[in-house]
């Protein structure tokens, strides 16, 4: 029997074993191994070059720029999500019917892919054409048209940018925040509210935010590792057939043209690749340890 | 027992769906005997041009070759799959570029052409060609040019522009509430134009001794009036489709537009006789108009497991059977053929624009030169971006780009051949 238990336990925790060894573990450590290494062109390197991509990379304006933009879109998409999916959450948690509704139709955006919803803010919301519908709304108002995704300077791509990733994750967060107040014990707002506390902001600031600290941590730092992997709709909206503009070039985009455009400077792109792996982890680990992850709900 | 039956049926059928998923064959049979050889093309924008190149494979005796015709980022696509013995043997390639050469993942195919490499156009086959021997056999030239409709001009009282200040001077004055006056892409320029304005200039990108050839202060003068398109508001942004697609053009979103070659049967049929054409215009004293030619080249994997029969099939196609090199240059989209005899019979080359195309791409096209590698090319256009939308000093981003091209020029000069 136990010999039948293992045998199960192999066939069906074996092939996610394997695929993850294979997938996952095994190209880490290639690429590791791949960035001590002048690798144009080949996975199989034979020029040892110690340091030297790490070195080029890390004085490359082009990386270190990259990690500046990495910077200006946490600094707007956190506290913007955090804040909007936490207010979708609170009144959602109020409304007393049809609440199921109003929360499927909050979370549906998160079930749209980034590619699709990027082509629909590039090529409909924010076209930089007359009869685009930002540019429309701003023509009842005798505005001129704005090129979106096309001027640096003011830079508007950043509302584009921003509002797109907004609107698919903010209904994810949303449920999470559903899940956090709804595990406040209802009697903690009767006693505040027989201590004669103001339902409104004073209630939200002294029992509901803390109740959630739990919460707060992992949705922060969920949405700031996220914010490190951006890509897709950075990809899909400003790119095209020659490239990528130089502004709001985060750096999985940046290591993606690096490494796998033509110039297929697969050493170069994984002295990068492994840098940004230490950021997360040094990031990560940072806010975890200064956040008190894991603790409980309440533990103050 | 029961459990145990539904759990073997479960594995059994996720190992069936495994195979199945593997099976995926998205080529044609060719109709040939012999060794099978699979031939990637991207995907063309022009209808037929698919059906034609399965056609071609299906008519090679000496092999059965699939074709995948690959949408999506075709060179990335590629690149990676040079890697792998699961790649292409024939594959037509922008390039092949300097270090695909140099890291021996294409074949030699000099004795290919053996007798007719005269027959090819240089501007598009020294591109190919490194150390003296040839790399890739050019399919087409691609020509890019400017697109100018003759009414918006001729009620505007402006005069199709041959030098670029004349051509800052029409966008500004071809501008006005609904039309641009010219479109260089969504980007403003930075993407398609590259080294284009360095040659109009008179200068180039690689000098032919293989310095960064625009350390000059020519180059920054003619760059900064770049900016003065975008300063204007001269330039077309945002448009739904890119400069390689003549709508906007065609849409009378703009009164110039830069595009292809490829786009002007298009252009003559929703405009009949309302458009023309131009170099992009010389600018300052040594000037000269400018013409950027590209080819995709058909190429041969060094991983291939039939190279003999991979290059005799590319020597079939693209060297021995001149009729199919005519339909597919001139039947679908339109291009000139690499092969000069051919374009020069050509008969819809020889009349209305399309006779002024060929015969300014013969004076000044210029193709991008092999030394100049992709991370050279990044350098140049990121700093070209930053100069035409930023307004940045061209002379300070040029200094920095002259730097990084002198060092990628030296790797690559060092970079050991490997055979």
Known sequence: ?????????????????????????????????????????????????????YTAMLRDDAFTDSLKTFLVFTAFIVPVTYVFSLSLALMVNRVRRVRAFFRSVFFLPAACSYVVAALIWKMSLFSGVRFGLANTVLGWFGGDPV?????????????????????????????LFLAGLQRIDPVLYEAAAVDGARPGWTVLRHITLPQLRATSVAVVLLLVVNAFQAFDEFYNLLSDARGYPPYARPPLVYLYYVALGQGQNLGLGSAGAVILALVVVVVTVGQA?????????GDG | MGSFSRRTLLVAGAGAGLLTACGSNTGREGGGSGPGLSQWYHQYGEAGTERAVQRYAAAFREARVTVQWRPGNYDQQTAAALLTDSGPDVFEV??????????GQVLDLTELLEGVKDDFSPAVLTPKTYDGRVWGIPQVVDTQLLYYRKSLLGDAGVEPPTTLDALVDAARELTGDKVKGLFLGNDGGA????????????????????????????????????HQLYADKSLLLGAPSDWSDPSAF?????????????????????????????????????????????????????RSTHQEAAKAYVKWLWVDRTDYQEDF???????????????????????????????????????????????????????????????????????????????????????????
């Open chain 1, 147 to 175: 090129a979106w995704l096309s001027t640096p300077d003011p830079p508007w791509y950043w509302l584009v940018l921003v509002t797109v990733r907004l609107w698919l994750q903010a209904g994810f967060y949303m449920i």
């Open chain 2, 250 to 302: 065609l849409q009378g979103l703009t009164a110039m537009q830069w595009s292809g070659l490829w786009a002007l049967p298009q252009v003559r049929k929703e405009l009949g006789d309302d458009f023309g054409v131009l170099p992009f215009p010389a600018d300052g004293g040594h000037g000269r108009p400018s013409v950027p030619v590209g080819a995709y080249g058909a190429a041969v994997s060094a």
């Open chain 1, 1 to 53: 029997m136990r010999r039948r238990r293992a045998l199960w336990f192999w066939v069906f925790v074996g092939p996610f074993a394997l695929g993850l060894a294979l997938f996952t573990y095994v190209p880490l450590l290639w690429s590791v191994g791949l960035s001590f290494f002048d690798a144009h062109n080949t996975v199989t390197p034979t020029h040892f070059v110690g340091l030297g991509n």
């Open chain 2, 329 to 419: 240059a001139l039947s679908y989209g339109f291009h000139i053929p690499a092969r000069l005899s051919l374009a020069r019979k050509a008969t819809k080359l020889r009349q209305g624009p399309a006779a002024d195309v060929v015969r300014f791409t013969t004076d000044h096209g210029y193709a991008q030169p092999l030394l100049w590698t992709p991370a050279s090319q990044t350098a140049y256009q990121d700093a070209l971006s930053r100069i035409i939308r930023n307004g940045a000093s061209p002379e300070r981003e040029l200094r920095t780009v002259v730097r990084k091209v002198s060092a990628e020029l030296d790797r690559v000069k060092n970079a050991k051949k490997t055979p």
């Open chain 1, 289 to 297: 340890r200064w956040l008190r992850l894991g603790r409980t709900d």
């Open chain 2, 191 to 226: 993407g398609v134009l590259g080294g284009t304005p360095l040659y109009a200039a008179g200068l180039q990108l690689v000098t032919d001794d293989g310095k960064a050839g625009f350390d000059d202060p020519a180059a920054a003068r003619t760059l900064g009036k770049l």
């Open chain 2, 94 to 103: 922008n390039g092949p570029t300097l270090d695909q050469i140099q890291g």
